[in-house]
């Protein structure tokens, strides 16, 4: 019998203390926050679900955003200055990084090792969503050479794997971490990507997760995810207690 007085499990619960390892709230340099207010009301927002150290990671996309260490530095000084006027300073921790595209523009800066990681050697990285690079794998391989370690941002959101879900563990054979959205458990990208989210989930294959945030709408979604039972519950914690355990700088 469907007990209705069982409690609900909500993801917002998982979050205190959380390092957001993968979020858009650097103002004005990609389709995250526009201005420094967005980027403030975001990070507040966020603080109240309990995430206390952020690493925003602009995208870096040759034909769209073309970011580099400066930009993304600037972006950074001035959320820091907006920061100044508020009492969330002496509260958060935000350290920036970079979201990259492999694409031919990535290449050129994995050759030149001038890369923005979120912590040490770490670098994310994402693909895109119509098909991926048909060197994929041999990228994977330079970056291992080039020694960084490759966090491949939201795996759960690339449909041409649902039907070929083999080759997530070919790419975790070839060193490849795997960082989960957040908002993938609640659906916001479609039923699939959330099937496949638990799948990978339930098959201990995510590494890390990551809010992936760019406006104040994901934050309603993730505040309001309900988780579907302990065991989804449990695995995820894991997840969530490993991007605490490696990218926390306190």
């Known amino acids: 019998m469907l007990n209705f007085f ?52 602009p995208h870096v996309m040759k034909d769209y955003y073309p970011n580099t260490d400066e930009s993304i530095g600037d972006a950074y000084q001035i959320l820091l200055e907006a920061l100044t006027s508020t009492d969330l300073l002496s509260e958060i921790t935000i350290n920036p990084a970079a979201e990259y595209m492999l694409d031919d523009s990535f290449e050129d800066l994995l050759r030149k ?35 960084y370690i490759p966090v ?20 975790k ?20 990507e959330k099937n496949i989210a638990y799948k990978l989930l339930s098959n201990e294959l995510i590494d890390f997760t990551g809010t992936d945030t760019h406006h104040l709408k994901h934050i309603d979604k993730l505040s309001k995810t309900i988780l579907p039972n302990k065991d989804s519950r449990n695995i995820l914690l894991r997840s969530i207690k490993n991007t605490n355990s490696t990218f926390s700088v306190t």
């Open 113 to 147: 090792e001038d890369l923005f990681t979120l912590k040490k050697k770490y670098v994310l990285v994402e693909l895109s969503y119509f098909q991926p690079p048909i060197n994929l794998e041999s990228i994977i391989f330079d970056i291992k050479v080039k020694g």
């Open 6 to 57: 069982s409690k609900k499990l909500y993801l917002r619960d998982l979050l205190e203390g959380f390092v957001d390892i993968h979020n858009h709230i650097l103002p004005g340099i990609d389709d995250g926050a526009k201005n420094t207010e967005e980027s403030i009301a975001l990070i507040k927002r966020l603080k109240d679900l309990g995430i206390r150290q952020f690493i925003p990671t």
């Open 152 to 171: 491949l941002a939201h795996p759960e959101r690339y449909k041409y794997y649902h039907n070929n879900y083999n080759y997530y563990q070919r790419l």
């Open 173 to 192: 054979q070839l060193g490849c971490l795997f960082q989960l959205n957040l908002l993938s458990l609640s659906g916001h990208y479609g039923k699939e």
